[in-house]
């Protein structure tokens, strides 16, 4: 017997009438509260032109210019016979041959691209993020396996440092860790940011890691004993790799929700996507443009994490 598979596009194109109506809808609200979108205003917080001021350094004149392409080459000669050489923009020059020049004389700028305020917080949030993830996943794993050590010391204080980070706000955390701890050990706020969303994270892996490695049944640990390797030996090679393929999806939603927890170090003053977002509004007056902007980067980073996890999943899963 043939079964014909179902024609999958009718859904699809509900799926895209769904998300037109969407934008629709929030294009008719804004229209309601009078809202003037204005994009233009964006792009010079992604990257912008700077300029570079070029000063006289003392007392002089201007003794020659030389343009070479879009640059000019000013060349001063002050009062003892010192020689200031400075390449400017051409058409920023200020001065002529021969004239007199004063110290601190504005001769001309040069202009570079530069990163703007969004483009910084998204480097400052993936920094953090992978580093507070690298570690939450270390404190994680030690005190997921802590959670079933035999050992009544490291088993209860695994369990203490567990609920006690879950049943706290992060919030509240990050602030006792800044302003506690930080002031005691002298701790940078970067510093002190990271630590506290590493530990928040690594409680939750402890968790999750506990949960995978309790769902191995527990012959396989038995058969590698019976093997010849030791306790320690037969978690790393035979019940950890089965338990990882398990725990996958939840530690990648973990991973993703860390993304979107590092807005809430803002706090102790670091200057990440959420706080330059909120930065760059108070300077554009276009609220909903940079929100949406910001929302759009925070996705622009979870969305590949998401699919990496979602593609080693697969590929796990085929060679079991």
């Known amino acids: 017997m043939i079964k014909h598979k179902k024609a999958q596009w009718p859904w699809h194109g509900l799926t895209a009438l769904v998300l037109i109506g969407l934008a629709c809808s929030l294009y008719f ?28 350094a003392g007392y002089g004149k201007v003794e020659a210019i030389t343009r070479q392409g879009d640059l000019a080459s000013v060349t001063l000669r002050d009062e003892d016979g010192g020689e200031q050489v400075l390449e400017v923009d051409h058409d920023s020059l200020q001065l002529a041959k021969g004239d007199d020049v004063a110290e601190g004389d504005l001769i001309g700028v040069t202009r570079h691209w530069a990163a703007g305020p969004l483009a910084w917080g ?15 996943l270390l404190i994680g794993l030690v005190a997921g396996l802590c959670r079933l050590s035999n050992n009544p010391t490291l088993r209860d204080l695994s369990t203490v440092y567990v609920e006690l ?5 992060l919030l509240v955390q990050i602030f006792i860790f800044y302003f506690f701890i930080g002031t005691v050990l002298n701790l940078s706020r970067e510093f002190a940011g990271v630590a506290a969303l590493a530990l928040f994270t690594g409680a939750y892996v402890a968790e999750i890691v506990r949960a995978g ?72 007056f276009s609220t909903f443009e940079i929100w949406f902007c910001v929302a759009g980067l925070y996705l622009l980073i979870n969305l590949p994490l998401s699919h990496f996890a979602s593609r080693l999943e697969r590929r796990l899963a085929q060679s079991d």
């Open 29 to 56: 609200a804004t229209s309601m509260i009078s809202y003037e979108w204005r994009w233009n205003r964006v792009p010079q917080y992604f990257a912008y032109h700077a300029e570079e001021a070029h000063r006289a």
């Open 122 to 136: 998204l480097w400052t949030t993936v920094w953090i993020s992978l580093a507070s993830g690298v570690l939450g």
């Open 165 to 169: 980070v879950r049943g706290t706000p």
């Open 213 to 284: 490695v309790q769902s191995i049944a527990r012959g396989q640990g038995e058969a590698a004993r019976s093997l010849g390797l030791s306790a320690g030996q037969s978690m790393r090679h035979v019940v950890l790799p089965q338990a990882f393929k398990r725990v996958l999806p939840p530690l990648a939603g973990q991973f993703i929700s860390l993304v979107k927890d590092t807005s809430l170090v803002s706090v102790i003053a670091i200057t990440e996507l959420t706080k330059s977002g909120r930065e760059a509004i108070t300077t554009s």
